[in-house]
């Protein structure tokens, strides 16, 4: 399938799509995007309780599941059963439990 587009009417199209979605005001910078942390101390020390052990931790984008190897002042880091390192965030954590 081929299409023909014009470029400055998808240019147009799309400055108009950009202010849409901005309300005219452009992309903001992204730690403005970020929601607050729960208070960092309070889940830094439930996520070393589980330092070493088999967990579950949720976020937005779904659940992953290995050993948490490390926490950090602000990150865990887990390792997955297929041998893949994941780090995240304090801010990027919804839940955490035993598995």
């Known amino acids: 399938m081929w299409l023909s587009v014009n470029e ?6 799309f400055e108009g799509l950009k202010k849409l979605v901005w309300n005219n005001e452009g ?5 403005e995007h970020r929601r607050p942390c729960p ?6 020390q439930v ?3 589980y330092l070493n052990q088999d967990v579950e931790i949720g976020t937005e984008a ?3 599941a290995g050993v948490l190897q490390a926490v950090g ?12 390192v994941v780090i995240l965030s304090f ?9």
């Open 8 to 13: 400055k009417e998808l240019k147009a199209f």
């Open 27 to 31: 992309p903001k910078p992204a730690e």
């Open 39 to 44: 208070v960092e101390p309070e889940i830094r």
């Open 91 to 99: 801010t990027q954590i919804n839940f955490v439990q035993s598995v």
């Open 73 to 84: 002042a602000d990150y865990v880091q887990l390792l997955e059963a297929g041998g893949s």
């Open 62 to 64: 779904g659940s992953i």
């Open 47 to 49: 996520l070393l309780r």
